[in-house]
C-alpha cells in the first residue's frame, strides 16, 4: 500500500523523498524467517514504478514510447525485515548527467505517529534497514539511450530548480554532497566491472 510523502509541491522524489510502504508478506520471507534478499529488490522496484506514476512521468512514458531501463545497481543490506511489520522506501532521485541518472533507495521501519503530531515532535521512519543505488538510462524507440535530463524536463513535473539540484553547471553528474561519493565510488567500481567482462569476452573465439 502506497503512502504519500507529507509534501504537495511538484519536486517530490528529489526535494523530499517519494515513499513507498508496505509489509513483507508470506512470498518475500525466506527459510531463515525475514524478507529474503532478492524481496528487496523486487519492492524497490514496485517504489520506483509507483513514484513515476506519481509525479506523471510513467504515463509520459507510455505515451513517448520511452523506457526506464536499469544498467547497474548496488545493494547493502543493514538490518532484516521481519514478517508482517510495516516498512517504508524512501526514493529520491540524486544525480544526473547526459546519459545516466541515478536513484538512491533506504528502507526504514515505519513509525506510527498520531495525525496531530508535527513533523518536528520526532522521527516518522526508523533507522536505515537497506540501501539500493540504481544506475539506469532511458531509451526511447527508435532512438536509443537518450539524454535524461531533457527527457524529465519534456515530461516530468520537476522544476528547472530541482533538476539542477542533481546536475552541475558543466552537465557533469552531481553537485558535492554525500550522494556525490556514493555516485562516484559508483561508476568506478561499474568501470572496473565493464572492464573485467570485456577482458572475458575477448578469450572467447569469434
Known amino acids: 500500500k502506497r503512502r504519500l510523502s507529507p509534501l504537495s509541491d511538484q519536486d517530490i522524489g528529489i526535494s523530499k523523498p517519494y515513499i513507498y510502504s508496505s509489509k513483507a508478506g508470506i512470498f518475500d520471507i525466506d527459510a531463515m524467517g525475514h524478507m529474503n534478499n532478492a524481496a528487496y529488490l523486487q519492492h524497490a522496484e514496485f517504489a520506483r514504478w509507483e513514484w513515476s ?66 513533523e518536528s515532535d520526532g522521527p516518522t521512519r526508523g533507522k536505515v534497514l537497506a540501501q539500493i543505488l540504481t544506475q539506469a538510462v ?19 513535473t520537476y522544476s528547472t530548480s530541482a533538476l539542477d539540484g542533481v546536475m552541475n553547471q558543466n552537465g557533469d553528474s552531481m553537485k558535492s554532497t554525500i550522494f556525490d561519493e556514493k555516485a562516484k565510488r ?10 573485467s567482462a570485456a577482458s572475458y569476452d575477448d578469450e572467447i573465439p569469434k
Request: overall charge positive.
Open 53 to 118: 506514476a506519481f509525479g506523471g512521468s510513467l504515463a509520459q512514458a507510455f505515451k513517448t514510447k520511452s523506457f526506464f531501463i536499469v544498467t547497474a545497481s548496488i545493494t547493502r543490506y543493514r538490518r532484516e525485515i521481519v514478517p508482517m511489520k510495516r516498512f517504508d522506501i524512501e526514493t529520491r532521485l540524486v544525480g544526473l548527467d547526459d546519459r545516466n541518472l541515478w536513484v538512491y533507495q533506504t528502507f526504514h521501519y515505519h513509525i506510527n505517529k498520531d495525525k496531530n503530531q508535527a
Open 138 to 156: 532511458i531509451a526511447k524507440t527508435g532512438k536509443g539511450v537518450i539524454n535524461p535530463r531533457t527527457w524529465l524536463e519534456e515530461n516530468s
Open 186 to 195: 559508483f561508476i568506478h567500481l561499474e568501470d572496473i566491472l565493464k572492464r
